[in-house]
């Protein structure tokens, strides 16, 4: 497949095909595009993870960040049908760089289910690309959970 597939956010993003995939459709920072709000973090679980930095270990918010995007979000919708009719996409939300969201998520979940290669990027209005490094631990607590998952209906 040649899509390509980005994920930036919505600072370091100034142009191209801008998709806003954040809870308030990016609006709380004035962003006016297109949204996908399918692909936003539920805020119940968006609540108890945010409660929770600081006061249990990281790596165990983190995985249940994780676990409950993958379940509440990304088990539920077909990305590629949402993403059909746009070209070289650049779905935004509000962390920078590594800082831990759910594009990041996202990103992992695309490339293993669809293995479609989903950079990070920053893009000015000269069309100048950088791209980010996701956070390293993601994809293997996503497909820690993906695998539970397999196994629990195999029994």
């Not at 709380?28 to 692909?39: D, E, N, T, W, Y």
């Not at 000015?124 to 993906?146: G, V």
């Amino acid at each position: 497949m040649n899509k390509r597939i980005f994920t930036g956010n919505y600072e370091e993003c100034k142009v191209g095909n801008l998709i806003s995939i954040s809870g308030d459709r990016g609006r709380s920072v004035g962003f006016k595009g297109r949204a996908i709000p399918q692909l936003a973090p539920k805020r119940g679980f968006w609540n108890i993870w945010y409660e929770n930095i600081g006061k249990i270990p990281e790596e165990e918010n983190t995985r249940y960040y994780i676990n409950e995007y993958y379940k509440q979000v990304l088990s539920k919708v077909d990305i590629l049908e949402l993403l059909k009719n746009e070209k070289d996409p650049i779905l935004l939300c509000f962390e920078k760089g590594q800082q831990f969201c759910h594009r990041h998520v996202l990103a992992e979940y695309i490339e293993m289910k669809y293995k479609i290669i989903v950079r990070d990027i920053k893009i000015d209005e000269k069309l100048n690309i950088t791209e980010n490094k996701r956070p390293e631990n993601i994809r293997r607590i996503l497909e820690d959970i993906i695998q539970k998952e397999m196994e629990a209906l195999q029994i």
